[in-house]
Nanobody, 115 residues
Framework: QVQLVESGGGLVAPGGSLRLSCATS????????MGWHRQAPGKERELVAS???????NYADSVKGRFTISRDNAKNTLYLQMNSLKPEDTAVYYC?????????WGQGTQVTVSS
């Protein structure tokens, strides 16, 4: 049974930073892609950033230059460094991990950007 556990969310002022973590159960190499998604109230879930098995990285246009996705294979953990946060970044952030068969999701962590 694959488990993804996100942490690191919270309340931050505009312009601040947060780092989200997604700890996976077992070997991170089993996944051919991993990513971060977010869902704001009344909106659909959207992809924020993804990293493929070969290290290919993709970002949503709205976060390019501000967010950085990374992976620590030794710790089986995915990260999302978020800088220069804006109120519109407020959402529940979800970690995902995909194989060729299915995609697993974490429970989500709330990020609120407000003064």
């Amino acid at each position: 049974q694959v488990q993804l556990v996100e942490s690191g969310g919270g309340l931050v002022a505009p312009g601040g930073s947060l780092r989200l973590s997604c700890a996976t159960s077992g070997d991170i190499f089993r996944f051919n892609s991993m990513g971060w998604h977010r869902q704001a109230p009344g909106k659909e879930r959207e992809l924020v950033a993804s990293i493929a098995g070969r290290g290919w990285i993709n970002y949503a246009d709205s976060v390019k230059g501000r967010f950085t996705i990374s992976r620590d294979n030794a710790k089986n953990t995915l990260y999302l460094q978020m800088n220069s946060l804006k109120p519109e970044d407020t959402a529940v952030y979800y970690c995902s991990a995909g194989t060729y068969v299915t995609t697993y999701w974490g429970q989500g962590t709330q990020v609120t950007v407000s003064s």
